[in-house]
């Protein structure tokens, strides 16, 4: 069932220890959402670990207490990879990605994020640019960049 989002009610917060249940419960019901990941994921269900290590790096979207889409982001080089966007599925299309992206885009340094084929059309919704590919363990994957410190289309 989808949620309607008030805008007021949708909170952008540092994560915390406490929110790692609810972390990890977004993280594997988004993951499976995509039918065309299924099969891989079944092959490699290391990929629905949530990473303990993330934490400090991630920030959480919360709407009455519930967190319903996270996004982690940790330094490096000069920029910000992108390494989490995952939003509850029931939340999904209710801007939670949008916002998360802003989010992690007012630290003023260019973002960028490794795209799964699903997500491409959102990440250039939101003003990323692609740069050519690079190799994964799911095959060939777009690399793409948010220059924040230009103007968004």
Sequence with gaps: MKKSLYSSNLIIRSAVFDDVDML???FRRASLTFEGDRDLIATHPEWLLWDDEMLPFTRVAVVNGRVVGFASARPFNDCLELE???TDPDWMRQGIASTLI????RHGVRVEVTANSYAIGFYESVGFVA???TNTQGGPAPRMYLNVTHTRP
């Excluded at 802003?102 to 885009?105: F, N, P, S, Y």
Aim: charge should be negative.
């Design 131 to 133: 740069r050519g590919f």
């Design 84 to 86: 989490d966007l995952f």
């Design 102 to 105: 802003e989010d992690i885009a």
């Design 24 to 26: 990890r419960d977004v």
